[in-house]
C-alpha cells in the first residue's frame, strides 16, 4: 500500500538536506492524512508533520523540526515528501510515512492505519 524512497540509507553532513518520498498507491478513501514520522532505538515513534487530504483538515508541525522540514504532497500521485534542511545529528533516525482514515491530521502514531517501510537517515557531525 506504501512505499517510501528516497535516499536509501541516506548519510549526510550536519548542515546538509535530504528529500523522502511515500507513494501511497491503493488508497479507495477520499478523506485521509498522511504524513512523517520518525524513531531512535528506544524511543517512541515520533510525529514530525502531518497533512489532510482536506482542505477543511490541518497541518501539523512538531516543534523539533519547525522551520526545517516541510511536507508536501501530489495528490495526483498520491505522494507525499518530505524536506529536510539544516539537519542536526539529533535527525539521525529511520523515517516512515503513514497515513490515517482521518482528515484530522493527528499525527499521533497511535492512530495511523498503514505504514511505510522505515528509510534510515543518518547526519554526521
Known amino acids: 500500500l506504501m512505499s517510501s524512497s528516497g535516499v536509501w540509507g541516506g548519510l549526510v553532513q550536519a548542515g546538509g538536506s535530504l528529500r523522502l518520498s511515500c507513494v501511497a498507491s491503493?488508497?479507495?478513501?477520499?478523506?485521509?492524512?498522511i504524513g512523517w514520522f520518525r524513531q531512535v532505538p528506544g524511543k517512541e515513534r515520533q510525529g514530525l508533520l502531518c497533512?489532510?487530504?482536506?482542505?477543511?483538515?490541518?497541518?501539523y508541525v512538531d516543534d523539533s523540526v519547525k522551520g526545517r522540514f516541510t511536507i508536501s504532497s501530489d495528490n495526483a500521485k498520491n505522494t507525499v515528501y518530505l524536506q529536510m534542511n539544516s539537519l542536526k545529528p539529533e535527525d539521525t533516525a529511520v523515517y516512515y510515512c503513514a497515513v490515517e482514515i482521518t482528515i484530522s491530521a493527528t499525527c499521533d502514531a497511535e492512530a495511523m492505519d498503514y505504514w511505510g517501510e522505515g528509510t534510515q537517515v543518518t547526519v554526521s557531525s
Open positions: 497533512i489532510s487530504s482536506s482542505s477543511l483538515g490541518r497541518t
Open positions: 491503493g488508497l479507495t478513501f477520499d478523506d485521509y492524512s
